[in-house]
């Protein structure tokens, strides 16, 4: 299965301030996926990205907020914008299993902490 | 109605017992469906995958799929201790831009030696 490298893994920042995650894959892939997993829930998507095409959202996640970068097949990156103690969680990014190959695979995540 | 549901836990079963976890769907064209397991603090890995009606078997994992009923099931035989965890049900959309994947709320298993 792909390898992903994500960056970093954890971090504590200021309100009002902003992150961005790294992810970068060991192969090309198509699409790229971030996902949130808020304490103690679930993952939720929250974006697909695409190369060459701007990333498609899902309901409740807006570009403001969230711009996402996807330069080429390996690497994208999400920014969290102007951080609120509700943005504490933790951001997985995720590509699909290589042809062939059954699944999707996670990065690492980063745990982020809002204060 | 949620995409995907799944009861939250905890679910305790003895060591040696079996454990069952259960996930209903709501998309009756989804085709592919996937059971990942979260360790607390760790990202989710696939353990089982699922695209046909009725039961596919790995080592100490069966995955049932029953369509008609949207219902996906995961059997763990013989549970140990490092099987507790977060289990995650996900389904695969099909959408206009490509493919993603949704997940239910995890169901948490506690094995009890």
Do not use: H
């Not at chain 2, 064209?29 to 009725?54: A, D, H, T, V």
Request: proline residues 4%; contains cysteine.
């Amino acid at each position: 299965s792909a390898v992903i490298s994500q960056k970093p893994s954890r971090d504590i920042c200021q309100r009002g301030t902003s992150l961005t995650i790294q992810c970068q894959v060991d192969s090309q892939v198509t699409m790229m996926f971030w996902y949130r997993q808020q304490p103690g829930q679930s993952l939720t998507l929250i974006a697909t990205a695409n190369q060459g095409s701007e990333a498609t959202y899902e309901s409740g996640f807006v570009i403001d907020k969230f711009p996402i970068s996807r330069p080429n097949l390996t690497f994208s990156t999400l920014t969290v914008s102007n951080m609120s103690p509700e943005d504490s969680s933790i951001y997985l990014c995720s590509v699909e299993g290589r042809t062939g190959e059954v699944g999707y695979t996670f990065g690492s995540g980063t745990r982020l902490t809002v204060v | 109605q949620k995409e995907v549901e799944q009861n939250s836990g905890p679910l305790s079963v003895p060591e040696g017992a079996i454990a069952s976890l259960n996930c209903t769907y709501s998309d009756r064209g989804s085709q592919s469906f996937f059971w990942y397991r979260q360790y607390s603090g760790k990202s989710p890995e696939l353990i089982m995958f699922i695209y046909s009606n009725g039961d596919k078997e790995d080592g100490r994992f069966t995955a049932q799929l029953n369509k008609a009923s949207q219902y996906v099931s995961l059997l763990i035989r013989d549970s140990q201790p490092s099987d507790s965890a977060t289990y995650l049900c996900a389904v695969e959309l099909y959408m206009e831009y490509g493919n993603k994947l949704v997940f239910g709320a995890g169901t948490i298993l506690r094995v009890k030696s």
